[in-house]
Each structure stands twice: as C-alpha cells, then as structure tokens.
C-alpha cells in the first residue's frame, strides 16, 4: 500500500516569512495529492490540491509543487500570517475507478510567529 | 450548510463502558468516512461507506468496534466495551459521491478519553 512521509513535523516562521513542507510518497500508481489544514479543536479542511498531470498549483498565498519522477511533493505559502498557524496533512492517492481511501502523512505543525 | 455535525464533542468513559459516536452528513452527500486520529498513528480511516453500504471496513481495529448508516444521512460509531487504548479523536467526513478526488469535509471531531 502507499506509505506517506511528511517533514517537517515543527516548523516556526516568522510572520511574512515562507514556509515549505515536504512529503515523499512511495506508490508511483498514485496521482491525486490534496493538503489538509486542521486548526486546533477543529477537523482536517482541505486547502488545495493537484494532480499528476501538472508540475505546480497555485491559489493566491498557497502553491503545491509535485515531481513525479522523485515521487515528493511540497506545500509552499509565502508571506505567513498568525491565522496560517495549524497542522497541515499532505495525503496521496491512486484516483483510478474504485479508489477512495486517503493516505495521510504524520503533520507538521507551523507556527507563525507574530 | 452546517457542515458535517458529529456529537458528543467530548467523551469521557470507563474502561468496559459501550461508547456511541454520532454523525450527521452534509445534505446531498452520500459517502462517509470515519478516521481516528492519533498521535503515535496520525489519521487512519476506519470505514467507509457508500450509499449507506459499507465498502471497506479493513480499518476497523476489532470487533469490539462496530459502524452502521441507518439511513442516508446519519451514522454511529460504537465501541463495545471500550478500552484505554481506544482514546483518540474521531471524525467524520463526507464527500458527494465518494471519488477520491471529491472533497471530503470533516466533522469536528469527537475527543474519546477512556479511563
């Protein structure tokens, strides 16, 4: 099955600053990548998503990079603001005919720093 | 829309102790997912279900768990008898139509302590 590993599991920014995560996925049949924010008390939303068939999404301060060669994919958010701080989940999948479950990564924590 | 409801928001129980979870989908939706989420094990979904037929019920840790749709729009997690190791948060999520690449939006989530 697929496996998904996510780095880092802490990160602190400082506010304006950049922030990426990383995550490598180990099934190369997958091709659908959503990331989760989960603010605390609160259930995983999903904030953007790509799939196979493009290298790079972006919207407005968020973008997603994939390289399908290398099988790893990154969550990049420019100019950090308090209300980013949460717990953000990058997930892989195969989306062929059938397919439903999702394969979660471990978390990382961001805080931005006011 | 209110979104996915899921009630109790906060369970404490003994050991031994039948808990019920509660959850109501988003109108129109007709997949739904339970996960827990751990710290050691992050999110692991339990089942799913389609239709109110479960499809996959692989995640279920043991018998003692037990998940049925009574109908289109509602759903209960029950743990009988619960166990200290059964302490997590449970959510739950529906989608459309179940394709994996529908969004699935979670529920708040139930924190589960058992004593």
């Known amino acids: 099955g697929e496996n998904v590993e996510q780095h880092p599991s802490t990160l602190s920014v400082q506010e304006g600053d950049s922030a990426v995560i990383k995550c490598t996925y180990s099934d190369s049949a997958s091709n659908y990548f959503p990331w989760y924010k989960q603010e605390l008390g609160k259930g995983p939303q999903l904030i953007i998503d790509i799939r196979s068939n493009v290298g790079e999404k972006k919207d407005q301060r968020i973008a997603v990079t994939l390289n399908k060669t290398a099988k790893h994919f990154s969550l990049h958010i420019t100019e950090t603001q308090p209300e980013d701080s949460a717990v953000y989940f990058c997930a892989a999948t195969p989306s062929g005919a059938g397919s439903y479950q999702l394969t979660f990564g471990k978390g990382t924590k961001l805080s931005v720093i006011p | 829309d209110a979104g996915v409801i899921q009630s109790p928001r906060h369970e404490v129980t003994e050991m031994g102790q039948e808990v019920t979870l509660r959850c109501k989908l988003i109108?129109?939706?007709?997949?739904l997912f339970w996960y827990r989420q751990t710290m050691m094990r992050g999110l692991e979904l339990l089942i799913y279900f389609n239709n109110n037929v479960p499809i996959d019920d692989s995640g279920m840790p043991e018998d003692r768990f037990s998940a049925k749709m009574p109908n289109a729009s509602f759903s209960t997690l029950k743990i009988q008898p619960s166990e200290p190791r059964d302490s997590a948060v449970y959510f739950c999520a529906s989608s459309q139509r179940g394709v994996i690449t529908d969004t699935q939006y979670f529920g708040p989530g139930t924190r589960l302590t058992v004593l």
């Open positions: 109108s129109g939706h007709n997949s």
